[in-house]
C-alpha cells in the first residue's frame, strides 16, 4: 500500500539554523500539506500546495517558512532561522481528490531546536 | 470557520467492552469528517471518513462512525475495544477552501485495561 514517507525522523539543531524537512507524497496525488504539533497541543495546519504553489497558509506559516516541490516526488519545509518555539513534530500530508478526499500523513519528523 | 470539540480528553475501557469517542464539529457548510488515530511515535492514520454518503461510515480496526447533523455530532465507537486499540485518537473536519486544510480537535487518550 502506498504511503507518504518523511526524512529525517529526527533533527536537533542550534536556534538560527536552517533546516529542510522533506516528504515524499504518494506518487498519484496532486495536493500536499504540512502540519505540526507542539508536544501536548493540537495539531495545527502551516501550508496546502498544489498544481506548484501554495493554496492556503495559516497565520503560523511567516517569512521564515518556505514550501517547494523541487522535482517530481519530493516535497520540502525549510525555516529559514529556526527559534525555540519551532521545536514541534512535523507532518506532511497528501491527497489525491480535490474537496472531500481524505489526506494521508507520514510518519513525522520531530524537530528540536536548541 | 470550522472547529471540532472532543468532550473527553482521557477515556478508558476494559479489553472487550463497547468504545465510545465524542466528537461535536461546528461548521457553516456541509463538513467532511474524519477520525485518525496515533499510536504511541508513529504518524497519523486515517481511521474513517465522512464525505456526505451514507451517515454511518465504517473504518479500519471495527470502529465506526455516526453523522448525526441535528446534533452536529461524529462519535466514534467500536463494540468491543482490543488491547491494541489504545493510542490518541483525533476527530477532525475539513475546511472549505479549494485545498481543504484539516482543523484537528485536542484528542483523545483511549487506554484499554485488560
Sequence with gaps: EPEVTQTPSHQVTQMGQEVILRCVPISNHLYFYWYRQILGQKVEFLVSFYNNEISEKSEIFDDQFSVERPDGSNFTLKIRSTKLEDSAMYFCASGGLR???????????RLLVL | ????????????????????LRCNYS????????????????????????????????????????????????????????????????????????ARQLTFGSGTQLTVLP
Excluded at chain 2, 486499540?85 to 473536519?93: K, L, P, S
Design chain 1, 99 to 109: 474537496g472531500q478526499g481524505a489526506q494521508y500523513f507520514g510518519p513525522g519528523t
Design chain 2, 1 to 20: 470557520a470550522q472547529s471540532v470539540t472532543q468532550l473527553d480528553s482521557h477515556v478508558s475501557v476494559s479489553e472487550g467492552t463497547p468504545v465510545l
Design chain 2, 27 to 98: 461548521s457553516s457548510y456541509s463538513p467532511s469528517l474524519f477520525w485518525y488515530v496515533q499510536h504511541p511515535n508513529k504518524g497519523l492514520q486515517l481511521l474513517l471518513k465522512y464525505t456526505s454518503a451514507a451517515t454511518l461510515v465504517k473504518g479500519i480496526n471495527g470502529f465506526e462512525a455516526e453523522f448525526k447533523k441535528s446534533e452536529t455530532s461524529f462519535h466514534l465507537t467500536k463494540p468491543s475495544a482490543h488491547m491494541s486499540d489504545a493510542a490518541e485518537y483525533f476527530c477532525v473536519v475539513s475546511g472549505a477552501g479549494s
